[in-house]
């Protein structure tokens, strides 16, 4: 049963899902969503990019209760970037639903807009355990209508100590509530938290591991001293349009960034000593193709959505197994080829072991000539970043920018790329070589009738 037609799905969701290009469910999908739309709690193995937050997205949506303005499901997630990328989906899949209200509470920015906003309830709630807890503590945040409580990415919040604040939250929540726990990797803690909140549920364990025809991993093995070397002589030698290089600590991450930079990559730092705003602009000129090279530690990275990254490089191999395959699992998604490289010192050696015994079979070693002084061009973005002091409170949507450009301003409609729109500013991706061009016109121009700040970011 992969057609999503087969379940008991509202006409209004299936018509959504059409429209969405959503033809059949994939595994974790057909496996977990017969359970849930059950009402019966569920513990789901996946890796990243399975499509697990449309699986738990059409649950709970086909249980709320639009008349009803009260808390009726939460989302838990470890990150902030996570947490806004499943209120993106969560809202992709509850347009056919009329005066759905979906709301996001992360840490990183002040509490009282939160608070504030607590005044008229949402029916979905999505955001991080810490954040949710304060809200929760300052009686703003109530549970006592909650349905379903969702725990995403559960290995990674139990890894960044958030067990009791999950623990706070769930005993403010309903007993006969609908527990719904996914996971990509499956320790006996994960086991032991399933317990403690769950009842009697469903295991669906699919679409694990990689396989050998979707990545192509190579390891090489590099002294510390010469491991920037092997990464610019890698990146130069594999040119992907976009790549992120994992480090082991903030530090690194940010020094390994601006050394990049110093050779001419087109490369940013994500890592948690970074603003929130910051955080969120790398993000946005990662995923439009202004940045080609994101360097980041493992927490940062979680909840990174992008579809199509042609490459993960470790410079420094993962402390343990399973983090080695959270970092090869964001490449070859969805019948894509992907490119996983390692750079392991001597001194990291030890850890391929465990990564072998996961992949079942020796991974693959190549040796790399860094005495090869030819000159290769760095890796270049594609395209540039232009920010718009306008967003989603002024009115400002997309279309209007796109309007600006392709209007008055006789920019390609080819040549402008992702566009993201902010409560006050969007950012606009447009091809490098007319970025100079639509900075003028759109300064020289009005959009939507006003003359809106705009500016070059980066």
């Given at each position: 049963?992969?057609?999503?037609?087969?379940?008991?799905?509202?006409?209004?969701?299936?018509?959504?899902?059409?429209?969405?290009?959503?033809?059949?469910?994939?595994?974790?999908?057909?496996?977990?969503?017969?359970?849930?739309?059950?009402?019966?709690?569920?513990?789901?193995?996946?890796?990243?990019?399975?499509?697990?937050?449309?699986?738990?997205?059409?649950?709970?949506?086909?249980?709320?209760?639009?008349?009803?303005?009260?808390?009726?499901?939460?989302?838990?997630?470890?990150?902030?970037?996570?947490?806004?990328?499943?209120?993106?989906?969560?809202?992709?899949?509850?347009?056919?639903?009329?005066?759905?209200?979906?709301?996001?509470?992360?840490?990183?920015?002040?509490?009282?807009?939160?608070?504030?906003?607590?005044?008229?309830?949402?029916?979905?709630?999505?955001?991080?355990?810490?954040?949710?807890?304060?809200?929760?503590?300052?009686?703003?945040?109530?549970?006592?209508?909650?349905?379903?409580?969702?725990?995403?990415?559960?290995?990674?919040?139990?890894?960044?100590?958030?067990?009791?604040?999950?623990?706070?939250?769930?005993?403010?929540?309903?007993?006969?509530?609908?527990?719904?726990?996914?996971?990509?990797?499956?320790?006996?803690?994960?086991?032991?938290?399933?317990?403690?909140?769950?009842?009697?549920?469903?295991?669906?364990?699919?679409?694990?591991?990689?396989?050998?025809?979707?990545?192509?991993?190579?390891?090489?093995?590099?002294?510390?001293?010469?491991?920037?070397?092997?990464?610019?002589?890698?990146?130069?030698?594999?040119?992907?349009?976009?790549?992120?290089?994992?480090?082991?600590?903030?530090?690194?991450?940010?020094?390994?960034?601006?050394?990049?930079?110093?050779?001419?990559?087109?490369?940013?730092?994500?890592?948690?000593?970074?603003?929130?705003?910051?955080?969120?602009?790398?993000?946005?000129?990662?995923?439009?193709?202004?940045?080609?090279?994101?360097?980041?530690?493992?927490?940062?990275?979680?909840?990174?959505?992008?579809?199509?990254?042609?490459?993960?490089?470790?410079?420094?191999?993962?402390?343990?197994?399973?983090?080695?395959?959270?970092?090869?699992?964001?490449?070859?998604?969805?019948?894509?080829?992907?490119?996983?490289?390692?750079?392991?010192?001597?001194?990291?050696?030890?850890?391929?072991?465990?990564?072998?015994?996961?992949?079942?079979?020796?991974?693959?070693?190549?040796?790399?000539?860094?005495?090869?002084?030819?000159?290769?061009?760095?890796?270049?973005?594609?395209?540039?970043?232009?920010i718009v002091d306008g967003g989603r409170?002024d009115k400002v949507r997309p279309g209007?920018?796109?309007?600006?450009?392709?209007?008055?301003?006789?920019?390609?409609?080819?040549?402008?790329?992702?566009?993201?729109?902010?409560?006050?500013?969007?950012?606009?991706?447009?091809?490098?070589?007319?970025?100079?061009?639509?900075?003028?016109?759109?300064?020289?121009?009005?959009?939507?009738?006003?003359?809106?700040?705009?500016?070059?970011?980066?």
């Amino acid at each position: 049963m992969t057609d999503f037609s087969a379940l008991s799905l509202s006409p209004a969701l299936l018509q959504g899902l059409e429209a969405l290009g959503y033809a059949s469910m994939t595994p974790i999908q057909a496996g977990s969503l017969p359970p849930i739309l059950e009402g019966k709690d569920v513990i789901a193995q996946a890796r990243t990019g399975s499509g697990k937050t449309a699986a738990f997205g059409l649950g709970l949506l086909a249980r709320i209760d639009p008349l009803l303005a009260r808390v009726q499901t939460l989302v838990l997630c470890p990150t902030r970037e996570l947490a806004d990328q499943v209120t993106k989906e969560l809202r992709r899949l509850a347009r056919p639903i009329p005066n759905i209200k979906i709301s996001t509470f992360c840490g990183g920015i002040p509490l009282r807009p939160h608070l504030a906003s607590l005044v008229h309830e949402p029916h979905i709630v999505v955001g991080t355990p810490g954040r949710v807890q304060e809200l929760i503590d300052h009686g703003a945040l109530k549970l006592d209508a909650l349905l379903v409580l969702v725990l995403d990415e559960a290995d990674r919040m139990l890894d960044m100590g958030f067990e009791a604040a999950i623990a706070g939250i769930a005993s403010q929540a309903p007993k006969a509530r609908q527990t719904l726990l996914f996971s990509a990797t499956y320790p006996e803690e994960i086991r032991d938290i399933s317990k403690k909140f769950q009842r009697t549920p469903i295991e669906v364990t699919v679409d694990t591991e990689h396989g050998a025809d979707e990545i192509e991993q190579l390891f090489f093995e590099v002294d510390v001293p010469r491991k920037l070397d092997a990464l610019s002589q890698l990146l130069a030698e594999h040119r992907p349009e976009s790549a992120v290089v994992f480090c082991n600590t903030k530090r690194d991450a940010q020094d390994v960034a601006d050394q990049l930079a110093q050779r001419g990559t087109s490369v940013l730092a994500l890592h948690g000593d970074l603003e929130q705003r910051d955080r969120d602009e790398v993000l946005v000129r990662f995923a439009n193709r202004s940045c080609a090279v994101l360097v980041a530690t493992d927490v940062a990275a979680r909840g990174l959505d992008i579809k199509d990254l042609p490459a993960v490089i470790s410079y420094e191999l993962a402390n343990d197994a399973d983090t080695h395959t959270h970092r090869i699992g964001r490449t070859g998604r969805a019948g894509q080829k992907g490119l996983a490289l390692s750079l392991v010192a001597p001194r990291e050696i030890g850890r391929v072991a465990k990564i072998e015994e996961n992949l079942g079979g020796k991974v693959r070693w190549v040796r790399i000539n860094l005495s090869d002084r030819s000159a290769k061009e760095p890796v270049k973005a594609a395209m540039a970043t232009l920010i718009v002091d306008g967003g989603r409170k002024d009115k400002v949507r997309p279309g209007d920018i796109l309007g600006a450009l392709t209007g008055a301003a006789g920019i390609p409609g080819d040549a402008v790329g992702k566009i993201d729109t902010f409560d006050t500013r969007t950012y606009v991706a447009i091809r490098r070589d007319l970025a100079k061009k639509a900075l003028e016109r759109l300064r020289a121009g009005k959009i939507k009738g006003r003359t809106l700040r705009v500016r070059t970011l980066g």
